[in-house]
């Protein structure tokens, strides 16, 4: 799929928001499946990356090659 993303946006933001994406997935799946439990921090930051990726991909125009 990064493969397929990058046809149409640069390296530096499609794996930005690759790298986000995982993250925050990941994160969600370990409180989910082993109960992990996720802290403030952790909340904060989570919330900060999906905020990033959210400016990327709406108001940057790096997106497009």
């Not at 986000?20 to 904060?44: E, F, H, K, N, P």
Request: proline share 0%; hydrophobic share 60%.
């Amino acid at each position: 799929m990064l493969a397929f993303c990058l046809k149409v946006m640069t390296v530096g933001t499609a794996y930005a928001i690759w790298s986000g994406v995982g993250i925050t997935v990941v994160c969600g799946l370990s409180a989910w499946l082993w109960g992990q439990r996720l802290d403030t921090a952790a909340m904060l930051g989570i919330s900060l990356i999906l905020a990033g990726v959210l400016v990327i991909t709406l108001k940057s125009r790096a997106t497009l090659v």
